[in-house]
């Protein structure tokens, strides 16, 4: 079956964590909504107009596809079973929305999984560039070149005044959703990000879970997008979302450098405390997985830990989710299970890695 190749043990490429501050950008993404011109929005339209959406578009996605040199696998959600939606869920390359909606639904991949395309979710169409790092323009440029593609073939809703027209008047006008996952745990620690969080929200922007909206701020990481898409271009939601994030990042160093310069054996204890634990618990639970994870994930940052490769990391934050752990395991986990499950696969992973202990430099 062609989604088992989604399905699979390993990253996509947008978790590889590379380019400038990919210490603390994990990654970043472009999501554009689209409805098209002809029919209902998804929440007044019927089964059969549906169904008529999903063929129009990922008709287009197929055959032009190629223009824009990716190969593309259309997967109907109706099709795949509830755990493979929530696996799906949890690589971020489609949305909880999607995986329960009532309509039928879809979504287009391309190879890398770098490019999401969902078919009647909140909106006819959803196109989300995923990219690892900090890479907020070359992401809107692969997003932006499908879109044109796209509207090349399709009339989408669009008002001269308003723009694009969408389900939720929230994201009328450019459509646009851009937003960077960030690594904060210095900000946290330190609870300067109670501070910031309010601020950011006054300045138009808005901060999120790992899972998006609803979702918790797991192993210290947060997503900063825009909330206003209606009176600015593209390229000035861009800038400002830049520019804020620059200004975070700036603020995460100088947190990490005071923690580091006041309480160096402290920090050193707790980030070896928690590879301790990641490397020998028989129970691990997602909350103390990611606590931990990040702390782990500090301690490389820092170099206190050395040769322990990064993209091991980057794996086990999508693969310690409770679908993925049963996915893996190809079996139905209850919660203690999938506890035991997750502290397996992180002894398993981490012990093949190399560690070199630098606590000398440090006390």
């Known amino acids: ?25 994990l990654s970043t993404r472009i999501r554009l909504a689209r409805n098209l011109s002809d029919f209902k929005f998804p929440y007044a339209y019927t089964e059969d107009e549906a169904l008529k959406v999903d063929k129009a578009i990922s008709a287009v996605l197929i055959d032009r596809g190629k223009e824009l040199s990716h190969s ?21 390359l489609i949305s909880p929305y999607l995986a329960n909606g009532t309509h039928s639904g879809s979504v287009v991949l391309s ?14 169409l959803r196109i989300q560039s995923l990219k690892s790092g900090f890479h ?23 008002h001269e005044k308003y723009g694009y027209l969408t389900s ?53 990481v947060y997503q900063i997008s825009n909330q ?47 590879l301790g634990v990641l490397t020998n618990a028989r129970l691990l639970t997602t909350e103390e997985a990611a606590t931990c994870l990040s702390d782990v994930r500090l301690g490389i940052d820092l170099k206190m830990i050395k040769e322990m490769d990064m993209s091991i990391l980057n794996e086990l934050m999508i693969f310690m989710q409770p679908a993925f752990l049963q996915q893996y395991s190809e079996k139905p986990l209850q919660p203690k299970e999938r506890d035991i499950a997750r502290a397996k696969l ?18």
């Open 1 to 25: 079956m062609e989604i088992d190749r989604f399905l699979q043990p390993k990253a996509s490429s947008w978790m590889e964590n590379n380019g400038e501050n990919a210490d603390i950008a």
């Open 72 to 92: 593309f696998t259309h997967i109907a959600i109706s099709d795949i079973s509830e755990l493979q939606r929530d696996v799906l869920v949890e690589k971020h």
């Open 111 to 124: 190879e890398n999984e770098e490019l999401s395309i969902m078919i009647n979710e909140e909106d006819h």
């Open 136 to 158: 907020l323009k070359e992401a809107y440029q692969v997003a932006n070149q499908l879109d044109t593609l796209l509207e090349k073939h399709l009339s989408f809703a669009f």
């Open 168 to 220: 939720c008047p929230t994201n009328t006008g450019t459509g646009m959703r851009a937003s960077v996952m960030l690594h904060l745990p210095a900000l946290t620690m330190s609870q300067q990000i109670a501070r910031i969080i309010p601020a950011i929200s006054r300045l138009g922007m808005v901060v999120r879970g790992i899972y998006g909206e609803g979702s918790e701020a797991l192993g210290n």
């Open 228 to 274: 206003v898409t209606l009176g600015k271009s593209e390229y000035e939601i861009l800038h400002d979302l830049e520019n804020m994030t620059n200004q975070i990042i700036e603020q995460e160093r100088r947190a990490r450098q005071a923690i580091l310069s006041n309480s160096p054996l402290a920090l050193e204890d707790r980030i070896y405390r928690s």
């Open 346 to 363: 992180f002894r398993e992973r981490l012990t093949k890695a190399s560690v070199t202990n630098k606590g000398e430099d440090f006390v």
